[in-house]
């Protein structure tokens, strides 16, 4: 049973977090944004909709998160899920607030089991972060985490 820590939980978790563990994940999401939308081709309004917590629109979209889920090494390039990639991505979260990685433990186990896998592995990693995104709702979390 694998889990995977989905990269929209990141983006949709609560507010305990410290200062520090925020400005170093925002600064990585930048610089790998930028490699991600080279990558893939990525336009403008792809990034402002994952920016915005939309999901997007295009395929270059789509393949900007599995870019992201790569680059954080919770996917492997063939599309498969990293367990050990993802919880190693998720330490310095388990000390900082070990109720909130375990929500995130739990979501991302819920979405790699519920999840199909699909032959598009950008497709793949958007129905990842839709998951993420819906359970960490329920899980009552939101956006203020990056705020």
Sequence with gaps: MNQIIVLACVL???NGLS????????????????????EVGANEDDIAELISHKM???????????CFYKHFDMM??????????????MEPLKADDPE??????S????????VPKNDDNCKYATLLAQCGVKKGREMG????ILE
């Design 12 to 14: 949709v978790a609560a």
């Design 19 to 38: 200062t520090e563990l925020k400005e170093k994940f925002m600064e990585r999401m930048e610089q790998v944004g930028g490699e991600c939308a080279a």
């Design 56 to 66: 997007p629109s295009r395929h270059e979209g789509e393949c900007m998160i599995f």
């Design 76 to 89: 492997h390039d063939d599309g498969t899920l990293h367990k050990e990639g993802a919880l190693k991505m």
């Design 100 to 105: 909130l990685y375990d929500k995130f433990i």
């Design 107 to 114: 979501i991302g186990k819920h979405c790699a089991e519920d």
């Design 141 to 144: 979390l939101d956006e203020s």
